[in-house]
């Protein structure tokens, strides 16, 4: 059924108690069950397990992935199938809506937790409480949603602003739900208002064709996941079949794709591949099995994923034999040199050598820069972000009631500041006049970001962070709480407010109650944030012996082998900030230290010059993509973060983006609902979202066997019998 929608000109021309009235009389679907106890409920746990995803991945790549439409076709799978079996009825399209507002927002909860606070405790050195980092990643998102609805009539009911994302989930669900009954009048009679293009029956079953793929693809990412995963053949090959014993080595997939070369070279004296004289795998370049980085890249596209690339195999194949063998980066660490006896090494350990003590500065230098260029390159976007907000208003009110009531926001906003304010006083020390001074900033920052995912789908959070984050450094830059905290703050509450108007948009284009929809995303927030903050501490933190020499970054990236670039991007620049801090504070009142010549002080020499070029090339890259319109090949951001992530997620991230990309282009030209087309082009984005979701949540649970919480379940179980 067709998906009612105002045409420009109406855009432009009515007044906002006109679109008002015609949504009410149009679209409207009235009292449709829309937030009841079963889809709630769903939600609560769909949005725990795809939290756990996002965790997974965040610790991985940094990239948080929308799981807006994934939700909705998972939600419709599941009670299709009850419903077949005769335990449930379907759910209605607006109960499915609420349900992915619900998953979508949990989804969104880990974002601190793989950036600020995660940065935190690398600084600090000390694991953070596990009920700080919950209130405080409930009580920022909470007031993100706060902030976020005085901005819901402007961005959706009057501007109609596109917010991509969203209007996918909701042209999804209309395709899946083609009998739903529409609110208001039918299409044809709405008076010049142009519909979105209708669907059909081979509509309906085209979505139905994308539940299928997305779950034997997860099917498919899950299975291969536990052939390679250690915890799950141990449990199997030790415990259950018996077949090995504890400490043997198990019958398995080995997850290096290089392993068997580098054994037969060390058995026979073949060539080992290698540049500068440190062989591939000192250099962490290993091709490993990995399916949901291959359909992470499949989301992400070829131009990203081979900027990606590019970066990874500049940093890691160029620049770090160089600065080796030049004598500027220490020694690799014993794990990472081979033997004739052990020709494997440890290529995580090599990596996390190469990037934390020199390589991580110059991809720094061009994702931070290449960040804020580009934000500061649209300025366009940052005026129209402040402009109709003091516009006329309606002589009356038709919404209002089942709007959300904008009183809750003028009594709220205030109210939570002060609640946010007196917590990080308690839980960080932060002076309440600093935590204070960054409210302007939220308020600021979240019209960006709101603006900017209204019409790209893309919240820049990274670089909103740093504008904070600089900013309370040079006012307090020998305390990295202040920068790390505040930042994350003002990111988070301006993330939040941002993806709530995304989960906002399909339930106006449906005609759903705005004001069930802020309940729904507040249950998300808790289910998220009761998903993800355990989570972190099992996968993370479990293992970690505060009394070892081992600090909790070496644990989680040296030793854990997790990533975390969006982590170490905040960390680097909280230890830059202090670092130029200790300089100025140390030259006296005679002499002084200027800004450039403080990185000498905080970084080695080479790393400085590294990253005053990178900032350069960010630069005339930013200028280069500005220039041709979006359509320069490269993007910095992408090549900084490159740097970071490890080369195996690198290689699979473009392997999946090539294969999907050729797989696309192949059956693009085919007929609409034929096979080929439906499967590669048509559900290309619920077969890399079904591998992302099988290989993590199996991941997971391997995870968790790796940290013996299957021993200790089964202990507690049996006790008490």
């Known amino acids: 059924m067709a998906l009612p929608q ?20 149009n679209v409207f679907r009235g009292d449709m069950p829309q937030l009841t106890l079963r889809a709630a409920i769903t939600g609560f746990l769909l949005g725990g397990v795809l939290c756990a995803t996002n965790l997974y991945i965040g610790a991985k790549t940094g990239w948080s992935l929308g799981v807006g439409v994934t939700s909705v076709i998972l939600s419709f799978a599941i009670f299709r199938v009850m419903a077949g079996i005769g335990l449930s009825r379907d759910l209605t399209i607006l109960e499915n809506n ?8 949990a989804g969104y909860m880990t974002g601190p937790l793989i950036s600020a606070l995660a940065a935190y405790m690398f600084i600090l050195n000390k694991p953070m409480p596990w009920h700080q980092m919950l209130i405080w990643n409930v009580l920022a998102s909470i007031l993100g949603v706060l902030v976020a609805f005085p901005m819901k009539r402007r961005f959706i009911n009057n501007e109609q602003q596109p917010f991509p994302e969203g209007r996918a989930a909701a042209v999804v669900l209309d395709s899946l739900y ?17 519909p979105v293009p209708s669907t059909s029956r081979l509509a309906a079953a085209a979505g139905v064709f994308k539940a299928k793929a997305l779950f034997a693809a997860a099917a498919i990412g899950g299975f291969v996941q536990i052939l390679v995963a250690e915890g799950y053949q141990s449990l199997i090959q030790v415990n259950l079949l018996r077949i090995v014993k504890a400490g043997e080595e198990l019958y398995k997939i080995p997850e290096r794709l290089d392993a068997w070369y580098y054994e037969l070279a060390a ?12 062989q591939l795998q000192q250099l962490a370049v290993v091709p490993t099995i990995d399916l949901s980085m291959f359909g992470a890249g499949g989301l992400m596209g070829i131009r990203i994923a081979s900027s990606l690339l590019i970066g990874c195999l500049v940093n890691f194949l160029v620049i770090a034999p160089l600065v080796l063998n030049s004598g500027d980066l220490g020694p690799l660490p014993a794990p990472a040199v081979p033997t004739p006896e052990h020709p494997l090494v440890s290529y995580n350990s090599a990596r996390s050598h190469l990037v934390n003590n020199w390589c991580l500065w110059w991809g720094i230098g061009l994702m931070v820069t290449a960040s804020l260029a580009g934000l500061l390159a649209k300025p366009k976007l940052l005026i129209s972000a402040f402009t109709g907000m003091f516009g006329k208003h309606t002589s009356e009110d038709v919404l209002k009631d089942i709007e959300f009531p904008l009183w809750i926001s003028l009594v709220g906003v205030p109210i939570m500041v002060g609640v946010t304010v007196y917590m990080n006083f308690q839980f960080f020390g932060i002076d309440p006049w600093l935590g204070l001074l960054s409210i302007p900033l939220i308020i600021l920052l979240t019209l960006i970001a709101a603006n900017a995912t209204a019409l790209t789908s893309t919240t820049p959070t990274g670089a909103l962070s740093k504008i904070t984050q600089f900013t309370f450094g040079a006012i307090e830059p020998t305390s990295p709480a202040t920068n790390l905290i505040t930042a994350g703050m003002t990111t988070e509450v301006a993330g939040n407010a941002s993806n709530l108007l995304m989960d906002i948009k399909p339930g106006y284009m449906l005609g759903a109650k705005p004001r069930q ?5 507040c249950i998300g927030i808790v289910a998220g944030a009761l998903a993800s903050t355990p989570l972190f501490f099992v996968l993370f933190l479990s293992n970690w012996n505060p009394a070892s020499d081992v600090t909790i ?11 975390m670039p969006g982590a170490l991007q905040w960390t680097a620049v909280a230890r830059l900030i202090e670092g130029m801090g200790q300089s100025n504070s140390s030259a006296g009142a005679v002499q002084t230290v200027d800004g450039i010549s403080k990185l000498w002080g905080v970084l080695p020499v080479s790393a400085a010059w590294a990253m005053l070029v990178a900032i350069f090339i960010a630069i005339f890259f930013e200028a280069a993509r500005a220039i041709s319109k979006g ?7 992408a090549i900084g973060l490159g740097v970071v992530i490890p080369p195996t997620s690198t290689l699979s991230m473009f392997a999946g983006a090539a294969f999907f990309s050729y797989m696309e282009h192949r059956n693009r030209a085919k007929p ?6 439906m499967l590669w082009v048509d559900s290309r984005e619920a077969i890399c979202a079904g591998l992302v979701a099988g290989w993590a949540i199996l991941g997971i649970g391997d995870g968790l066997i790796g940290a013996g919480v299957h021993e200790k379940a089964w202990a507690w179980i049996t006790s008490w019998f």
Do not use: C, M
């Not at 105002?6 to 009389?25: G, M, S």
């Not at 970054?553 to 990533?563: K, N, R």
């Not at 359509?631 to 951001?637: D, G, Q, R, Y």
């Open 6 to 25: 105002l045409n420009e000109e109406q855009v432009r021309t009515w007044t906002p108690e006109e679109k008002d009235r015609w949504w009410l009389a």
């Open 98 to 105: 609420a349900v992915q507002s619900i998953a979508t927002a």
């Open 178 to 194: 083609p009998d739903a009954p529409q609110g208001g009048v039918a299409p044809n009679s709405l008076n010049g208002v142009r």
């Open 267 to 278: 058995q026979k004296g073949w060539w080992v591949p290698s540049i500068g004289g440190y």
């Open 517 to 521: 929809q802020a309940w729904g995303h």
């Open 553 to 563: 970054e070496q644990h989680v990236t040296e030793v854990g082998g997790w990533a």
């Open 631 to 637: 359509k320069f090949p490269l993007s910095a951001v």
């Open 672 to 677: 609409e609902y034929s096979v080929g087309r």
